[in-house]
T-cell receptor, first 111, second 114 residues
Framework: GEDVEQSLFLSVREGDSSVINCTYTDSSSTYLYWYKQEPGAGLQLLTYIFSNMDMKQDQRLTVLLNKKDKHLSLRIADTQTGDSAIYFCAEVDTGRRALTFGSGTRLQVQP | KAGVTQTPRYLIKTRGQQVTLSCSPISGHRSVSWYQQTPGQGLQFLFEYFSETQRNKGNFPGRFSGRQFSNSRSEMNVSTLELGDSALYLC?????????????FGNGTRLTVT
């Protein structure tokens, strides 16, 4: 079945770049997503990439997709304390019209 | 444009009771999906509705049900509540099919079963 894996924790200093990595299994997935969840809140759609793209840049966010290795990464430039949150990678399970999520990476930004 | 709205934000129920959660999608969005988030199982798909029809269901018991109205608003119901049903329930909407358009989530309803 589909499985999405992420590392559990990442700590960076304010102003540095953060890179959060994800591996997925469904090669037919049309979109791959990054969501952000702050304490007590729902999921905020950060960005997404279509499966026929290699890279997408959106202000401080850069998404890289390696389809051959089924590897997705999210780079946050100039990381701020407000970026501290849990980041979820998700792939589309095209058979079920549903998202399969990773377990989330907790990003801690130290001043 | 208003985002996905879920009500209520918090609920406390007793084992054996039933509960109904409500979701209003983004205006113009026709697909509504529900997810359960728990510390142990993470984010799991419950079901997806489009034009008042449930098209897909996740691996949850029949105590979990839902419906979608003609204005795309959706409700989910959990009957005979169990302690393990305590979770954050998230609703998401997408303009078209979730396979083809991004899902936008609400802030969720936090259900506590005692």
């Amino acid at each position: 079945g589909e499985d999405v894996e992420q590392s559990l924790f990442l700590s960076v200093r304010e102003g540095d770049s953060s890179v959060i990595n994800c591996t997925y299994t469904d090669s037919s997935s049309t979109y791959l997503y990054w969501y952000k969840q702050e304490p007590g809140a729902g999921l905020q759609l950060l960005t997404y990439i279509f499966s026929n793209m290699d890279m997408k840049q959106d202000q401080r966010l850069t998404v890289l997709l390696n389809k051959k290795d089924k590897h997705l990464s999210l780079r946050i430039a100039d990381t701020q304390t407000g970026d501290s949150a849990i980041y979820f990678c998700a792939e589309v399970d095209t058979g079920r019209r549903a998202l399969t999520f990773g377990s989330g990476t907790r990003l801690q930004v130290q001043p | 444009k208003a985002g996905v709205t879920q009500t209520p934000r918090y609920l406390i129920k007793t084992r054996g009771q039933q509960v109904t959660l409500s979701c209003s999608p983004i205006s113009g969005h026709r697909s509504v999906s529900w997810y359960q988030q728990t510390p142990g199982q993470g984010l799991q798909f419950l079901f997806e509705y489009f034009s008042e029809t449930q098209r897909n269901k996740g691996n949850f018991p029949g105590r979990f049900s839902g419906r979608q109205f003609s204005n795309s608003r959706s409700e989910m119901n959990v009957s005979t509540l169990e302690l393990g049903d305590s979770a954050l329930y998230l609703c998401a909407s997408s303009q078209l099919d979730p396979d083809d358009s991004p899902l936008h989530f609400g802030n969720g309803t936090r259900l506590t079963v005692t």
